[in-house]
């Protein structure tokens, strides 16, 4: 069952999927293409039909109109593994839709859930195990620069819900709800 801050999550990159390239961790593992645009797209694009798998969101970066790189978003608040064993079609489905390189992101703000997401995920074929690329609390960056939050909100929404419960939460709560209190209202969080 999705949750308010799973749905919350989810809709900060659906409004900004820019906010990937803060977060992705791309340069550790695989260079981002050059690309001049970056839409969202149907996340059940990735799904095969009939069955009632459904991507939380795909990011599709475009150079001179054509895919260079489509990225699939999961928020996994708690560990699913009906969830996690639907990632290597995502994977599979968006690559073959796009024919470009496809990235699973797992966005896993708890520890116990992002070791979990981890994971290499086994197909059974030789040679072809998913290993997810998640994005763990620690990778999230502790933002509590005013400024920066104005710049970028989304991230200090993410970075408030990572590390608000720390000890000194609140001084990654703060500029993320001033930062929120100054959107305009078609930037802000439905």
């Known amino acids: ?25 791309g340069g550790r593992q695989a260079p981002v293409p050059a690309h001049d645009r970056t839409r969202t797209d ?7 039909l ?12 475009e150079q001179a109109g054509a895919a260079t790189l489509a990225v699939i978003l999961e928020v996994q608040l708690a560990r699913d593994d009906n969830k996690r064993r639907s990632w290597p079609n995502y994977v599979t489905a968006a690559a073959a839709r796009y024919d ?18 981890a994971r290499p995920i086994r ?4 040679g072809f195990d998913l290993l997810p690329m998640v994005l763990a609390r620690a990778a999230i960056p502790r933002l ?4 920066q939050a104005r710049r970028i909100p989304e991230l200090a929404l993410i970075s408030a819900i ?29």
């Open 1 to 25: 069952m999705l949750s308010g801050l799973h749905e919350v999550l989810v809709d900060v990159f659906r409004r900004r999927p820019e906010l990937l390239l803060e977060l992705l961790p």
């Open 42 to 48: 149907d996340p059940d694009a990735v799904a095969i």
């Open 50 to 61: 009939p069955v009632p798998w459904r991507a939380d969101l795909l990011v599709v970066f």
């Open 100 to 117: 470009c390189d496809v990235w699973l992101m797992v966005l896993a703000p708890d520890d116990a859930v992002a070791r979990w997401a």
């Open 123 to 126: 197909t059974g074929h030789p």
């Open 144 to 147: 509590v620069d005013p400024e």
């Open 162 to 190: 990572a590390h608000g419960s720390e000890d000194n939460g609140l001084a990654v709560a703060l500029p993320a709800l001033q930062a929120a209190a100054e959107l305009e209202p078609d930037r802000a969080l439905a």
